[in-house]
């Protein structure tokens, strides 16, 4: 079912928020934040949208899907510097989450105590299939967590391991189909031997 903001935000009251779209590689997070924030454009809010400056898979800044999709983005260094945002902003998106540092859950409970919607999406496991980075205490103090599945290359299931296909221990590896597939729990493991 698709995420429906109708029943959170009513006008007049406090609407900061933090919401957290999760899964593996391909499971759709970029599709989904950039659907909730053109969304909220439409709506005629005030968006801001960021990712870390060291992904540059596909554009320079823009946040960009694996079907192209894509939004206008400001990339930054650290979480602190998406504090620096305009004084009017109404809602921020943050993708690629998992790259940020630590302080990107505090970055997000200070934008959320001041009325902003924050809509963050990231990998919530890496290819070891350990939590990602500050994801899993970004998704302990978010009021919303959505996990989508990608489907598994291997037998067609649900996937939600992003796994690696090429002899890389580093956990941070940019990449695409090239170096990672999306696989079930049973395609994983059978696959980690
Ligand atoms: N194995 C797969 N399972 C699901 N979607 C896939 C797969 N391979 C390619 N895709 C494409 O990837 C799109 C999702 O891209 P994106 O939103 O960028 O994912 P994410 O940000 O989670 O990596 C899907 O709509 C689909 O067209
Ligand atoms: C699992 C895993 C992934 N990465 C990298 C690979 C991609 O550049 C991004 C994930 O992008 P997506 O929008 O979710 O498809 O993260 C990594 O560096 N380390 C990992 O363990
Ligand atoms: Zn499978």
Not at 30 to 53: W, Y
Not at 108 to 113: E, V
Request: with cysteine; glycine share 8%.
């Amino acid at each position: 079912m698709l995420f429906s903001e109708q029943n959170f935000r009513r006008r007049g009251e406090f609407s900061g928020s933090i919401e957290v779209v999760c899964g593996s590689m391909f499971s759709g997070k970029t599709e989904e934040l950039i659907r909730r924030l053109k969304r909220a454009q439409i709506a005629k809010l005030n968006v801001e949208i960021f990712k870390p400056r060291t992904d540059t898979r596909y554009h320079e800044s823009a946040v960009v899907s694996h079907d192209l999709n894509s939004i206008n983005s400001t990339p930054v260094d650290s979480a602190s510097a998406i504090l620096l945002l305009g004084t009017n902003t109404q809602v921020v998106g943050i993708d690629e989450a998992q790259f940020f540092d630590n302080e990107l859950p505090e970055v997000c409970n200070k934008l959320a105590m001041k009325g902003i919607r924050v809509i963050v999406a990231g990998l919530d496991m890496d290819f070891t299939g350990k939590p990602f980075g500050p994801m899993p205490a970004l998704m302990a103090i978010a009021e919303h967590v959505t996990k989508v599945n990608a489907v598994c290359v291997c037998c067609g299931n649900p996937a939600l391991y992003s796994y690696r296909t090429v002899a890389d221990e580093n956990t941070v590896l940019l990449g695409e189909k090239e170096s990672y597939e999306p696989r079930c729990r049973a395609c994983y493991n059978i696959g980690k031997g």
